[in-house]
């Protein structure tokens, strides 16, 4: 729940964020969770890291976030390129 609870602060606080929204259907079935861009799915309020992301699924789809210290390096330039 902590984490859950830093996410949204992250949120609100920074714009290196971005919400994903759950597909609209109309199906009988709702939504099991989140699928990630992997093809992963995730169960509604659980996290995941991807990449240089911690993302969280909530019943409006998934909230990702740049961690910090990640903005705009690539792998690339960890590697002196």
Same mark, same amino acid.
Request: charge should be negative; hydrophobic fraction near 30%; charged fraction near 20%.
């Given at each position: ?15 290196? *964020?971005?919400?994903?929204? @759950? ?11 989140? /699928?990630?861009? %992997? ?15 911690? *993302?969280?699924?909530?019943? @409006? ?11 705009? /390096?690539?792998? %690339? ?5």
């Amino acid at each position: 729940m902590l984490r859950l609870l830093l996410l949204f602060t992250a949120v609100i606080c920074c714009n290196a *964020c971005r919400l994903e929204k @759950l597909p609209t259907q109309d199906t009988t079935s709702s939504p099991e969770g989140c /699928v990630d861009s %992997y093809g992963n799915l995730h169960g509604f309020d659980t996290d995941w890291e991807q990449e240089h992301e911690i *993302c969280v699924c909530v019943g @409006l789809g998934s909230i990702c976030c740049e961690r910090f210290g990640h903005w705009g /390096v690539t792998d %690339y330039d960890y590697n002196g390129g």
